[in-house]
């Protein structure tokens, strides 16, 4: 059977500036938090670091000739803030800003349209040493730098997002401490969550400005979770988990306030002792700005089990099925969620339109003695996905593209260089760039647009 695609519809891929640039302290850039991060020992596994990662900084026309190669129509980079405001504020480094200009008119001559991310997590340093999301001037600082690069590429960029997947940088960076900046405390995850939040509502408006007929957004990382069984603790698990991760981002962006079951449940649990004291008047106006659209980057199915012996901290587990299939990431491969989470997404939320911002697996095959890679696994991973992606659509979900990640194998956090997403192949040691079989497929898909 053929399923066709909306003609326009967008395909691309997707990386982020930390994950593939490298030249970490060239050209004026200054230290990010994940620089820092990287660099303290035991924080990466195998103590690996971005500094050099895929070279891309260097590379990057190469890069953009493989994208075309690919028949790819657009691009979803992100900008590394510390190259165009070494101090997070005030003075512009224009070799940084010329690095951007260079990629963007390439990428234009190259008929491939740029989708550019504000913030993909690589804060400037010196903005974390003052307090970084925790205070709400760096909400401000967001607000400015979001100026410095509309103003700059907005001539050219008309597709922008203002920050990826704030959970993470939240509470991966502040409550867990597995991200940068590795902080531990709840009460700070929940305050940084909301400075993303406000930082996102204050940047969208100067986007506009700077950028004529521009369209803007965010990503936010959402899945699919089902309770284990249907005892009432799983089922609180689920009701948590949705409103850790999801519900607590969605809402205010769409004009609800924070869900207020949360509130209740980090209230109670002593995470806000004040109470929500940092939201100031017209922040939940702010935050909630109408989008054009709403990226997601979905991945996996989580089953979720309340544990046995909790320690009051609100917490799950998540149930591994003997006969399902796990990427390497210990992922479940679960398409229809993409499908449920689609339709979920905008009959309860209606978003103008939806991006497929992220969706990708890990699978470590590499090239054999002639040189294939031969990724049946990510392409069977691809096919389930845009399968789902196209029934959604069919369900009238008003789905405008879909994003693959990552273009390339890159630099996958505290995973360091230990997972591939690319369907390109990166061997770290030469730079050498190789196609996987999926880059091949997906290639196909995107000529014919469908499958
Ligand atoms: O590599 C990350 C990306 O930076 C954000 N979304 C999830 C990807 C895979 O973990």
Not at 143 to 166: M, Q
Not at 216 to 227: E, S
Request: glycine share 8%; with cysteine; hydrophobic share 40%.
């Amino acid at each position: 059977m053929t399923l066709s695609f909306p003609k326009d519809f967008v395909w691309g891929a997707a990386t982020a500036s930390y994950q593939i640039e490298g030249a970490w302290d060239e050209d004026g850039k200054s230290e990010s938090i994940w620089d820092r991060f990287a660099h303290t020992p035991g924080k990466i596994l195998n103590g690996d670091t971005g500094d050099v990662a895929c070279d891309h900084y260097h590379r990057w026309r190469d890069d953009v000739q493989l994208m075309r190669d690919l028949g790819l129509n657009a691009y979803r980079f992100s900008i590394a803030w510390p190259r165009i405001l070494p101090a997070g504020r005030g003075a512009v480094n224009q070799r940084g800003l010329d690095f951007y200009n260079r990629l963007v008119d390439e990428l234009l001559e190259q008929n491939i349209t740029p989708y550019v991310t504000l913030y993909h997590w690589d804060l400037p340093q010196v903005l974390e040493d003052a307090g970084g999301w925790a205070v709400r001037d760096t909400a401000q600082a967001f607000a400015e730098y979001a100026d410095v690069v509309s103003r700059a590429l907005g001539d050219r960029v008309k597709n922008w997002f203002t920050h990826n997947e704030p959970f993470c940088a939240a509470f991966l960076g502040y409550q867990m401490g597995v991200h940068a900046p590795g902080v531990t405390d709840w009460h700070k995850a929940i305050v940084a969550s909301h400075h993303l939040l406000l930082s996102h509502g204050w940047a969208m408006p100067i986007i506009r400005q700077n950028s004529a007929d521009a369209q803007a957004g965010i990503v936010l990382n959402v899945g699919f979770n089902m309770p284990a069984t249907n005892r009432r603790e799983d089922l609180d698990a689920v009701r948590f988990g949705d409103g850790f991760v999801h519900r607590w981002f969605l809402d205010p962006l769409f004009g609800r306030h924070y869900p207020a079951d949360m509130v209740d449940a980090y209230c109670a649990n002593g995470f806000l002792p004040k109470g929500m004291s940092f939201v100031q008047a017209d922040d939940l106006a702010a935050i909630s700005a109408p989008m054009d659209f709403l990226g997601v980057n979905y991945y996996r199915r989580s089953i979720m089990s309340q544990p046995t012996a909790s320690d009051g901290t609100p917490s799950h587990e998540e149930i591994r099925l003997p006969d399902s299939e796990y990427t390497e990431m210990g992922w479940e491969v679960y398409p229809d969620g993409l499908y449920q989470l689609l339709c979920r997404l905008h009959f309860e939320y209606r978003p103008a339109k939806i991006f497929i911002t992220e969706n990708g697996a890990s699978y470590a095959d590499a090239p054999d003695a002639q040189g294939v890679i031969d990724d049946t696994r990510r392409i069977d991973y691809l096919r389930g996905h845009l399968t789902a992606a196209h029934r959604a659509i069919q369900a009238g979900v008003p789905l405008a593209g879909y994003f693959y990640w990552s273009l390339m194998d890159n630099f996958e956090w505290a995973y360091g260089y230990s997972e591939r997403f690319g369907i390109v192949w990166i061997d770290y040691a030469t730079q050498q760039r190789i196609l996987k079989a999926s880059a091949r497929w997906y290639a196909d898909v995107i000529r014919r647009n469908g499958l």
